[in-house]
């Protein structure tokens, strides 16, 4: 009799848990009611064809059909429900700045296709995406969305058809070719809100960027994610502060000595410090190729031999782009870590230096309110391991921390990274109780106005907020 009434009241608490989780009672009435809109809304059709633009560059455009027509209302309703998410964390303001805004990227291979993936499932509503190539069965390892059956096919008109499978809002431009600088008016027209560069041949790269610079569009350009594996390692950064990735230095090497020169500055990118794991791959040539390789490249002057690539990385490229872009135009912009890190020694020996400074200046009774080890290396990589004052780069002995003006408490959003001489500078200043100017450290007005907003920006991104006295106190 006691087995039976445990038999039974085991089956009567599975049933009650299978009736509290099935699909049924989990799904309200308004998800039922958006489910069944849902599946009375759009399906894309097959891409057609056609010529696009005076220049003669090979252009798509996707149609698509309807089952059962629905209302502007009802479509709305559905695309607030899919983004609803996206809306909760922007608000409504940054979110409609998103989706009104206008993307312009250029390469679809791995990094390229994770990009528009991501901006476009966040809502933007018109993007043009530029190819020239098509899916081979190799790129399926990193491709975003291209399947077994897009092989063979143009990357840009693949990525497209999947695109308006779950976004059927968007205007998506296609265009199936080869950028240029003979094209670049063409192909960067409609006053982009954004440019992303995911090419991986250095000319076409370093021309993209040279036209975005020249014309002042907003660009943000990957470096190479090949024979990388570490994604801890990736960082976000102005290209002229880039660190040990050697794609990086010869494009600013090239950027630099041209025309365009310190617009470069305005050149964000993403980047890995890691340092590779393999080089090119050697050459297996049939005897064919061995007259001239070069012939047997994806297009004149490209490179013939592989670089070995990991898939998860250049999706993780592309996925920081799509985020760094999207928080950008929808006004939660962050300090992304632009530089590596310190090793613990560095950071001992510059907080060190830093502590007996402050003892110097105040004395040893204000020492529990100062600066730590974790506040130094935040400060390092926020001021990009420049001197805030010369702009040159970091060197351990040569470079250290000091408080900015003596009148604010002694916090990450009042000290700056400069060289030692600055540092002995504005110790004096502090000592004087006077305030530093412009004039007396040598710059110019906006070059010190682009330092007070920058110790703003570090006060108001703090990651771990204290509570700091006046060291004059």
């Not at 099935?22 to 056609?50: C, F, G, I, W, Y």
């Not at 310190?342 to 907080?351: A, K």
Request: glycine share 6%; proline share 4%.
């Amino acid at each position: 009799a006691i087995s039976f009434a445990s038999g039974f009241a085991l089956c009567a608490t599975a049933l009650s848990l299978y009736l509290k989780l099935s699909p049924a009672r989990l799904e309200s009435v308004e998800q039922r009611r958006l489910r069944e809109l849902l599946n009375t809304s759009h399906k894309v059709k097959d891409p057609v064809s056609l010529l696009h633009g005076s220049n003669g560059v090979n252009g798509v455009k996707l149609e698509e059909e309807k089952t059962t027509p629905i209302s502007d209302e009802e479509a709305e309703t559905l695309k607030n429900e899919q983004l609803s998410r996206n809306i909760q964390f922007f608000g409504e303001k940054g979110q409609k700045a998103l989706e009104d805004s206008f993307i312009i990227v250029i390469g679809l291979g791995g990094v390229g296709s994770h990009a528009v993936h991501m901006l476009v499932r966040s809502g933007v509503k018109r993007i043009r995406i530029i190819d020239f190539d098509q899916v081979t069965l190799s790129s399926l390892n990193r491709h975003a969305v291209a399947t077994r059956e897009d092989v063979g096919t143009p990357k840009a008109t693949a990525l497209a058809r999947h695109l308006l499978e779950f976004a059927p809002w968007c205007k998506i431009d296609v265009r199936v070719a080869m950028f240029s600088a003979d094209h670049a008016d063409e192909l960067l027209s409609g006053n982009p809100s954004y440019v992303l560069d995911c090419i991986d041949d250095i000319k076409t790269k370093i021309d993209l960027l040279a036209n975005c610079c020249k014309k002042g569009l907003r660009v943000m350009s990957s470096m190479g994610a090949g024979a990388k594996a570490d994604p801890t390692k990736l960082h976000i950064a102005n290209l002229e502060d880039v660190v040990e990735d050697p794609l990086a230095s010869r494009i600013r090497w090239q950027l630099t000595k041209s025309e365009i020169g310190a617009a470069i500055k305005n050149v964000e990118v993403v980047y890995c410090s890691e340092k590779p794991h393999m080089k090119l791959l050697p050459l297996e040539l049939s005897e064919e190729m061995n007259e001239k390789p070069s012939d047997f490249g994806a297009m004149p002057d490209f490179r013939v031999r592989i670089m070995p690539v990991l898939g998860m990385m250049p999706a993780i490229f592309g996925m920081a782009m799509a985020s760094r872009i999207a928080c950008n135009l929808a006004g939660k912009e962050y300090l992304p870590t632009g530089v590596p890190p310190l090793t613990v020694g560095v950071c001992n020996r510059l907080h060190q230096r830093f502590r007996t400074r402050s003892i110097n200046l105040y004395g040893a009774s204000h020492e529990h309110d100062m600066l730590d080890l974790e506040d130094m290396d935040f400060l390092v990589i926020q001021w990009r391991k420049r001197c805030a004052i010369t702009h040159e780069r970091w060197k351990r002995s040569g470079i250290d921390i000091a408080q900015w003006r003596y009148d604010r408490p002694v916090d990450i959003g009042n000290v700056v990274l400069v060289k030692k001489k600055f540092a002995q500078m504005l110790d004096d200043m502090a000592k004087r109780k006077e305030l530093p100017t412009s004039e007396s450290l040598g710059i110019s007005e906006e070059h010190f106005a682009a330092i007070e907003h920058k110790l703003a920006q570090i006060a108001k991104w703090n990651p771990r907020p204290k509570t700091y006295k006046l060291l004059t106190e």
